[in-house]
T-cell receptor, first 114, second 111 residues
Framework: AQSVAQPEDQVNVAEGNPLTVKCTYS??????LFWYVQYPNRGLQFLLK??????LVKGSYGFEAEFNKSQTSFHLKKPSALVSDSALYFC????????????FGKGTRLHILP | ETGVTQSPTHLIKTRGQQVTLRCSSQ?????VSWYQQALGQGPQFIFQ???????GRGNFPPRFSGLQFPNYSSELNVNALELDDSALYLC??????????FGPGTRLTVL
């Protein structure tokens, strides 16, 4: 069965510093991976996805993610954090079978300290 | 902002009641998925509708049911509400197997 793991419940980063939010995955077959962000009392916003191609995927708001097949990881990164990046981040994997559901990690809360 | 809308924004019900949540898909999308997000958790897949038929279900009992209409809008119905049904219910629309875009959610509180 497909699964994702986000090993950190919370990540604290000073404004202006680089940030990394970790994600590892387990899939049978080729992985379809996503990052979503959730702000308080809001739905999920799509940030970026990896399907195939370059291992470094660029997304919205200056975020990027690095796909590493040997380590089965898909870490989210940003070179310089903003206070407005503070939110809940979800890594997810698509489980394509009869349906097309997305399986989410439990989320990582990112705090950017001014 | 996505083109996915959900109504109502908030809802308070009592145990045993029934509730209907609504979702309007983004233009051009033919697939709707529903997720339940309990407090402090990631979203959990409830079911998915493609071309007005359910084509996948997560680990939720039959009292969770749904519909998709010809205009691809959708409803989630929950019967015999339980306290544990209190959660944020998220609708996502997509063009089959493409990226899912989420609505703002409906916050359901069961007392």
């Amino acid at each position: 069965a497909q699964s994702v793991a986000q090993p950190e419940d919370q990540v604290n980063v000073a404004e202006g510093n680089p940030l990394t939010v970790k994600c590892t995955y387990s899939v049978s077959g080729n992985p379809y991976l996503f990052w979503y962000v959730q702000y308080p009392n809001r739905g999920l916003q799509f940030l970026l996805k990896y399907i195939t191609g370059d291992n470094l995927v660029k997304g919205s708001y200056g975020f990027e993610a690095e796909f590493n097949k040997s380590q089965t990881s898909f870490h989210l990164k940003k070179p310089s954090a903003l206070v407005s990046d503070s939110a809940l981040y979800f890594c997810a994997v698509r489980d394509i079978g009869r349906d097309d559901k997305i399986i989410f990690g439990k989320g990582t809360r990112l705090h950017i300290l001014p | 902002e996505t083109g996915v809308t959900q109504s109502p924004t908030h809802l308070i019900k009592t145990r045993g009641q029934q509730v209907t949540l609504r979702c309007s898909s983004q233009s051009g999308h033919n697939t709707v998925s529903w997720y339940q997000q309990a407090l402090g958790q990631g979203p959990q897949f409830i079911f998915q509708y493609y071309r007005e038929e359910e084509n996948g279900r997560g680990n939720f009992p039959p009292r969770f049911s749904g519909l998709q209409f010809p205009n691809y809008s959708s409803e989630l119905n929950v019967n015999a509400l339980e306290l544990d049904d209190s959660a944020l219910y998220l609708c996502a629309s997509s063009l089959w197997a493409d990226t899912q875009y989420f609505g703002p959610g409906t916050r359901l509180t069961v007392l």
